[in-house]
């Protein structure tokens, strides 16, 4: 797999855009705006969407924004594949990577995304 989702898969849809039910547990909402740290516990940035393979009806990227100013000028866009989830509460999402390595896996333009 990929470390960046492909906008030209048309596998691939954004959980926010499906009408797909229960593909995630827990419950998409309950993930939304978590923070993303790297193993260290240093910020990597915030969630705001995940990436589903339709076909599969499974998860497989995490997006992520990091930086940024109000109303998201100059935030960067990260998609880091499901597989580097090592740990996830309540409050935050572990990520199997430093913050250096999980901001240079798969950051993409929001222009091309929609984001």
Known sequence: MS??????????????????VGISNPPWQELKERKVLDVGGEEVGELID???????????YLVVKSGGW??????KYH???????????????????????AEGLGEFDP?????
């Open 79 to 101: 998609t880091i594949p499901i597989e580097q989830v090592v740990e996830y509460d309540a409050d935050r999402i572990v990520v199997d990577r430093s913050r250096e390595q």
């Open 3 to 20: 470390n960046q989702a492909d906008p030209n898969d048309p596998n691939l849809t954004r959980i926010s855009d499906s009408t797909q």
């Open 70 to 75: 109000i109303g998201g000028l100059g935030a």
């Open 50 to 60: 995940l990436y589903i393979d339709v076909s599969w009806k499974k998860v497989r």
């Open 111 to 115: 222009e091309v995304l929609q984001y």
